[in-house]
């Protein structure tokens, strides 16, 4: 079966500098990983996906993750953060043939950006 | 492009009460989920309908049922409402179910007292 974990519920950086959001996953197929952003009180929005290309995977807004399958990871970062970004970012995680298609949800990582 | 479109935004209901929330979609895509969202639980699923004309459970499925009524439309019915049910919903669609990015509606905020 297929899981997903966030290793932070809460990241916190002051505008200008580095984010990192970790995510860790579990599957027994190829994976399909995605990022998506939710803003307040809003639905929400695909930052990037990886489905089997290139590991590097740029998103909108400066994000990128990159998939490590010897580390079951898919970090997701962005070089400079900007007060824009502050909102609540899932990992998602599908499997590709043989396993479920069905995509699960990490318990999301609230970002909080200081001025 | 309208894309998902979830009726109503919000919703106060009384226990044991019963409701329908509807879900259409205008992308001619194949899959449909219902998903609710609670503090710190991320996104879980409820029920999801691959192709027009299945439905499937997904983890948390009690309490709900689900209707697909056409490709465009899945709704989300609860028979008898419990304050456990207090939760904002969101209804997705993907093109196929798989490695296919979620189009997702603006999230329904029911209440239960």
């Known amino acids: 079966a297929q899981s997903v974990t966030q290793l932070d519920s809460h990241v916190s950086v002051s505008e200008g500098t580095p984010v990192l959001l970790r995510c860790n996953y579990s599957?027994?197929?190829?994976?399909?990983l995605f990022w998506y952003v939710q803003h307040p009180n809003k639905g929400l929005q695909l930052l990037l996906k990886?489905?089997?290309?290139?590991?590097l995977v740029k998103g909108i807004n400066g994000f990128e993750a990159e998939f490590k399958k010897s580390e079951t990871s898919f970090h997701l970062t962005k070089p400079s953060a900007h007060m824009s970004d502050a909102a609540e970012y899932f990992c998602?995680?599908?499997?590709?043939?043989?396993?479920?298609?069905?995509?699960?949800f990490g318990r999301g990582t609230s970002l909080i950006v200081h001025p | 492009n309208a894309g998902v479109t979830q009726t109503p935004k919000f919703q106060v209901l009384k226990t044991g009460q019963s409701m329908t929330l509807q879900c259409a979609q205008d992308?001619?895509?194949?899959?449909m989920y219902w998903y609710r969202q609670d503090p710190g639980m991320g996104l879980r699923l409820i029920y999801y309908?691959?192709?027009?004309?299945?439905?499937d459970k997904g983890e948390v499925p009690n309490g709900y049922n689900v209707s697909r009524l056409n490709k465009r439309e899945f709704s989300l019915r609860l028979e008898s409402a419990a304050p456990s049910q207090t939760s904002v919903y969101f209804c997705?669609?993907?093109?196929?179910?798989?490695?296919?990015?979620?189009?997702f509606g603006a999230g329904s905020r029911l209440t239960v007292l």
């Open positions: 992308m001619n895509h194949n899959s």
């Open positions: 998602v995680v599908t499997e590709g043939s043989g396993g479920s298609y069905i995509p699960t």
């Open positions: 997705a669609s993907s093109v196929e179910s798989g490695a296919n990015v979620l189009t």
């Open positions: 599957s027994s197929y190829s994976p399909s």
């Open positions: 309908s691959a192709s027009e004309g299945t439905t």
């Open positions: 990886y489905t089997s290309a290139a590991t």
